[in-house]
């Protein structure tokens, strides 16, 4: 198994900036790959970014591109969100989680573990 805790949420101004963390445990060896997803209220889960633990592949949401930038300090089992330029409808609790089968893959259902989300709040 692998715990995940995501930290740095908070309330933020329109163009100002977020870091969020997230730390994992347990079986990290497993890992290959984590991501960023978030969930307003009244929508769907999505991805937000997502980056294989060995670091050859990202992706990022259009909505995002530009403004997020998603990292690692794989000593220390750490994924990162750097939230740029933050607008209002950014405003949703982000979820980190970890997918431990082979290959890098984007969709939510491909991540089996999830840490418990920290809400973002951006105001206008």
């Known amino acids: 198994q692998v715990q995940l805790v995501e930290s740095g949420g908070g309330l933020v101004q329109a163009g100002g900036s977020l870091r969020l963390s997230c730390v994992a445990s347990?079986?990290?060896?497993?890992?290959?790959?984590m991501g960023w997803f978030r969930q307003a209220p009244g929508k769907e889960r999505e991805t937000v970014a997502a980056?294989?633990?060995?670091?050859?592949?990202?992706y990022y949401a259009d909505s995002v591109k530009g403004r997020f930038t998603i990292s690692r300090d794989s000593a220390k089992n750490t994924m990162y969100l750097q939230m740029n330029s933050l607008k209002p409808e950014d405003t949703a609790v982000y979820y980190c989680?970890?997918?431990?089968?082979?290959?890098?893959?984007?969709?939510?259902?491909?991540?089996?573990?999830w840490g418990r989300g920290t809400q973002v709040t951006v105001s206008s």
């Open positions: 989680a970890a997918r431990a089968l082979p290959g890098f893959r984007t969709h939510v259902y491909e991540y089996a573990y």
């Open positions: 347990g079986r990290t060896f497993s890992m290959s790959a």
């Open positions: 980056s294989a633990w060995s670091g050859d592949s990202t």
